[in-house]
């Protein structure tokens, strides 16, 4: 039996794609192994989002190649839409997949072994697809979550982005097609799926319908019990929109709303399409209808031109809106992108400077969102048995994704339980009480 290895760069959408492929090569007969091992092939699903995510990328393929001189290596995905020709030459790969072809892989690998000589390639104008790419996954490694990828590309354009060039243009796949997904990961166990594309928002803007369409759908499948969404633009939060969502009881009450700025000049500059007060405004919708919603967020700071007095107005706004968690990133230049040409490049000291406040100002955001459950009646999804504090335990997550333990209990995996949470751990975990345990399955 041949064996082949995935690794995988990047995003959940990469995840997705790169747990999809390796799916494929299951059902073709392949063993799938460790990266670390010895394999005949190996598939680097690579990232492309930073210059250091192409640095990456190349040093997988070289190490792929150094594991097994005779072994097959095939680069798939974003590096290989964006990588410049030389570098991907010096990588030594054998196959070259582009994104919207990943569904291609079989078929290239056995053109290969016809032809081991010629290097096999199946790369695309990326602009050029109208067409959602034909991949699915029937289960996931996450024994009770699940993935489901529904859109792709990106119209957006940020100044500091790469990914359109990679991905291309937005394609939404049928909701029928994804219904048939969401049914096959359901009967394999999977109580929970998160919904997710390279821009989630754009969901049906190329065929007619919407993301609220989407989940009513979703909302109807028998054996799911708890719907994620992926990361939302802002403007699409609309109040007519949260208040379906707070509908639809497997809705989870957990919101990655991206920012990146919290200053209108810097959001300007990095061509979002919304304003803060636009952004404040959503926030507010999603807390109107649901009790205590988790909202999360993405910043970027020493974006070029960032001045001291912008970044302050960004400080400023994270404190009053209020965050669950804000993950905060120093600005990185992309070359191939807009912002890599702006003038005003900010130093790398002042970018670690400033990222250092941010978060050191976030720790207090996350633990005064988890105090609010102490004393009170949380659901939560048992995921994995491990130990903590030198005891064994369960952990999982609350629908708003507060992660929680239990000190107790047998065979509580992708189980759905309420409790009452007894304290705070570190950090912005929950602990249940060991005597209020009610299995709601």
Same mark, same amino acid.
């Given at each position: ?51 250091? /995510? ?37 990588? @030594? ?82 909701? +029928? ?27 049906? /803007? ?10 009513? /759908? ?24 949260? +208040? +379906? ?38 926030? @507010? ?65 002042? +970018? ?26 949380? @659901? ?32 509580? @995996? ?28």
């Amino acid at each position: 039996m041949k064996k082949a290895a995935v690794h995988n760069l990047g995003c959940k959408v990469n995840a997705y794609e790169a747990e999809a492929m390796q799916q494929m090569l299951e059902e073709h007969g392949y063993e799938i192994v460790p990266f670390s091992e010895k394999a005949d092939v190996y598939v680097i699903n690579t990232c492309s989002v930073t210059n250091v /995510a192409d640095k990456k990328s190349r040093q997988m393929l070289r190490r792929a190649k150094r594991q097994n001189p005779q072994g097959i290596v095939v680069a798939a995905g974003c590096y290989v839409q964006t990588g410049k020709e030389q570098d991907l030459a010096d990588c @030594e790969i054998d196959i070259l997949i582009g994104n919207n072809k990943k569904h291609d892989l079989i078929a290239l690998l056995e053109e290969f072994e016809k032809q081991r000589h010629k290097k096999q390639a199946e790369i695309v104008d990326i602009n050029a697809p109208t067409e959602y790419e034909p991949l699915s996954i029937g289960r996931s490694a996450e024994h009770t979550r699940a993935f489901l990828k529904v859109q792709d590309g990106c119209n957006q354009f940020c100044s500091y982005c790469i990914i359109p060039y990679a991905r291309g243009r937005v394609r939404s796949r049928s909701i +029928k097609e994804a219904l048939e997904e969401a049914r096959r990961l359901a009967a394999n166990g999977h109580k929970e799926l998160v919904l997710t594309g390279i821009h989630l928002s754009s969901y049906g /803007a190329d065929c007619g319908t919407d993301l609220l369409h989407l989940i009513q /759908a979703v909302h109807e499948v028998e054996g799911i019990r708890r719907i994620r969404l992926g990361s939302l633009e802002p403007k699409v939060v609309t109040r007519e929109f949260a +208040k +379906k969502l707070s509908g639809m009881p497997k809705v989870c009450p957990h919101f990655h709303l991206s920012l990146q700025s919290g200053c209108d000049t810097v959001l300007k500059r990095m061509n979002r399409k919304y304003t803060a007060k636009e952004y404040r405004e959503s926030c @507010e919708y999603l807390r109107e209808f649901f009790e205590h919603p988790a909202i999360t967020t993405d910043v970027i700071v020493g974006f070029p031109g960032e001045t001291e007095e912008e970044f302050e107005v960004t400080r400023r706004f994270l404190q009053e809106v209020g965050f669950f968690e804000v993950h905060v990133f120093p600005y990185s230049k992309r070359q191939g992108t807009k912002a890599a040409q702006m003038q005003g490049q900010v130093s790398e000291g002042v +970018k670690t400077f400033r990222s250092r406040i941010l978060t050191e100002d976030k720790k207090g955001m996350g633990e005064a969102f988890a105090s609010w459950y102490q004393g009170r009646f949380v @659901e939560v999804l048992w995921e994995e048995e491990t130990c903590l504090e030198g005891k064994r335990c369960y952990i999982g997550h609350t629908p708003e994704y507060v992660k929680t333990v239990y000190f107790g209990g047998e065979h509580l @995996e992708n189980k759905l339980v309420r409790g009452i949470v007894k304290r705070q751990l570190e950090s912005h975990v929950l602990e249940l009480e060991t005597d209020s345990i009610e299995n709601i399955d």
